[in-house]
């Protein structure tokens, strides 16, 4: 293929999986965004492969992860894109290196293609700094009818599903001459992305149901300056809370057995800070029930603060015992790895960003009947995160989270997440934001009860509780590392057909 003709198709193929995700959700444009980027760095030199699937990255996350700039600025958004986008150029290489196998064994596309996808997320969700998995295929799939086949494998095979579909179809479209093997594999992946309602059966929480309350107190204005609201925001997710109480005295709601409060919620430690104690521990006692805050706790040292997850009993107060602290603090934003490089580079901004300690265990709180898994914002894209709350006995998850700094793109994105989660480990879940979106999610992936961004709202729901333990949950991470050896054992099995290739081409260039 021409280069000027790859370039366009790399172009077509960012675009298509940007348009597959949140906010956007086209989904079946994400195995044609595969397939076009197949077909785009196919038989191409490594080093115009690598810049293929580079130039794809950059359609793809410079537009994905805008909303970074709200919080951020615009260079550390350009050298998160970057980063993202170098590995669809990695890739972009292992496609071509592996050319020789698609041509000779054409049946073998769609495999090939769905183990090179499903490794290089695993690389990009582990490293570097623990890994950014924003963006993966599988985070596309919210509202298709693949999602369910993340109760058999989670994360990873939804998205090896998706880019073999993309493999098929560039199997397909390859050639003019069509085989039966990659038409019936077509149609057998066609059958389980369309059809899979009818072929993979969810899991379902078969536990009692209990009345659950978020509360999305919001801000008084989004952007940089909401730590400076902080006491604006601690006081509107106490009003609403009391608002309720209200309602629940005169007969007009239901009285919950838990109420959600979202991430920083309180921004002030109430452990420390006796005034914010007070107004916490003043709306609990009205609702009469446990309230699970979101807060941001000082550490040991100076600069050290812990983003936690508490609950504060109506009577007793805080119970230091059912507190979660955020276990995967985001790198550049939470926490600054290797401080002085970077204050070297960027100057004493980055003394602005203060160090987020991390937590030990996972996020099982116990609260009265209902056992919960807490998941702190960014926490939810990682596999083994929320997993680690399920396996420690969490009947629900809940997912605290924090979006004033960013935008309703961002706050999709993430509720994305939740369905695949909710799905995967056959957890009912919540999401609740300071301002958005918050909602419920069943099971099957439905997104229930879902707020406007940037309004307050409190929505009680009964949610069903689980024990049950999904084949994704059973097998954990070892799936996902079996096709990454897969796709080491294609990598290297292309190499002797490299080789061949070179010296019949040699051998031609000889003769003539």
Known sequence: MRLWLSVVLAVLAGAALLLALPPYGLWPLAPAGVALLAAATHRRRLRGAFGVGLIAGFVQFLPLLWWTTFAAGWLPWVFLSTAQAGFLGLLGLASAWTSPLADRWRASWPLLTGVLWTAMEAFRDRAPFGGFPWGRLAFSQGEAPALRLAVWGGAPLVTFAVAAAGGVLVALLWRRRVTVAPVA???????????????????????????????????????????????????????????????????????????????????????????????????????????????????????????????????????????????????????????????????????????????????????????????????????????????????????????????????????????????????????????????????????????????????????????????????????EMAVCALAVIALAGALPLRRRRRRMAVAARAAT
Not at 210 to 227: K, S
Not at 291 to 298: E, P, Q
């Open 185 to 479: 594999g077509f149609l057998l992946l066609a059958a389980l992305l369309i059809g899979g309602p009818a072929l993979v059966p969810v899991a379902k929480a078969d536990g009692p149901s209990h009345l659950v309350a978020i509360v999305q107190g919001n801000v008084p204005r989004l952007g940089l300056d909401f730590n400076a609201q902080r006491r604006a925001v601690l006081d509107n997710h106490v009003r609403a809370t009391v608002e309720l109480a209200n309602q629940v005295a005169e007969g007009k709601q239901r009285r919950p057995e838990l109420v959600v409060w979202p991430e920083n919620s309180s921004d002030i430690d109430p452990i420390r800070n006796q005034d914010a104690a007070q107004q916490i521990a003043g709306a609990a006692a009205a609702i009469g029930v446990p309230i699970l805050v979101g807060t941001v706790l000082r550490g040991d040292k100076p600069n050290e603060v812990k983003n936690a997850g508490i609950l504060w009993q109506p009577v007793t107060g805080p119970d230091l015992a059912q507190t979660y602290i955020k276990r995967h603090p985001v790198p550049f934003a939470e926490y600054m790895p290797m401080r002085p490089v970077a204050r070297f580079v960027a100057g004493e901004k980055v003394d602005m960003v203060r160090d987020m300690v991390a937590g030990d265990h996972a996020g099982v709180i116990k609260a009265g009947p209902v056992t919960v898994g807490d998941v702190i914002c960014f926490e939810v894209a990682y596999d083994g995160i929320v997993r680690d709350v399920v396996t420690g006995g969490a009947q629900i998850l809940a997912v605290q989270t924090n979006n004033a700094t960013f935008n309703e793109a961002e706050a999709r994105q993430q509720l994305a997440m939740v369905q695949l989660r909710a799905v995967e480990h056959g957890r009912p879940a919540l999401m609740v934001s300071t301002v958005g979106v918050s909602a419920f999610v069943d099971t099957q992936g439905h997104v229930q009860a879902d707020t406007g961004f940037n309004e307050p709202a409190v929505v009680l729901r009964d949610m069903r509780l689980s024990a049950t333990t999904t084949l994704a949950t059973r097998s954990g991470h070892w799936p």
